[in-house]
């Protein structure tokens, strides 16, 4: 995902994904975006920065600082933020290091597809493991008008199985693995935050997983119908070659 310091500020966007262009007329090249200003993974002393928000999500050596902010804790220790980090270690920990606008003009580029990048073992994870996908097609298509709906789902099914060679997967057809999720866009609303990051987002009334109901109204299956998936077929024969100022399919 593009998601390097750089885009804190705003305006590095526009030169990666230019840069991404370049590269897709020549080879097949996508990148991935979540639709969070946030990245998570574990407490990295090669991010510590006192330019960004870092809020401790985890610790071994001392599960009572989780959800608190690095700078309170070093404050509270008198200890600088690099030293409080150590001493937090192993831990993990959610940057706060990108641009709304970067964010969101990578997440619209016909190049970019949703993934959620969550992490399911983390004890606190970042929202976007339960909310990311319902809050692209809520949040970004339905109010924001970022992309049109067909676009949206687009991003996260076919073009998602395109890129990593997975037939009969991402779309609707005949003979296709039946993986589908029905929804009420009206109601759908994600509700997971850095505060309470494991919530089930509103308006989604059914989700079917190779042919089998694993979710249907607020209840979770006993059927376990997923499977691990493979590459099938060769990426340079599933993907075409990205043109220039090429338009987003609706």
Known sequence: MLNAPALAIGGGASKALSRLEAAAQHQHAHCDCYPYTAGSSTLDLGQVTDEIEITITWSTPHPEQARRPLKEIAAEWGVSLLDAAKQLQPAGAVYHNMSEADMQQVLAHPLSMVGSDGLPNDPHPHPRLWGAFPRVLAHYSRDLKLMPLAEAVRKMTSLSAANFGLTDRGVI?????????????????????????????????????????????????????????????????????FQPNQEQTS
Do not use: W
């Open 173 to 241: 057809r005949i003979g296709a693995y039946a993986d589908l999720t029905l929804f009420d866009l009206t109601m759908l609303e994600d509700t997971a935050n850095y505060e309470t990051p494991i919530a089930a987002a509103k308006g989604i009334e059914m989700v079917i997983v190779n042919g089998k109901i694993a979710y249907h109204q607020g209840a979770i299956s006993d059927q376990r119908a997923g499977r691990m998936l493979r590459r099938t077929e060769r990426i340079s024969q599933s993907i075409p070659t």
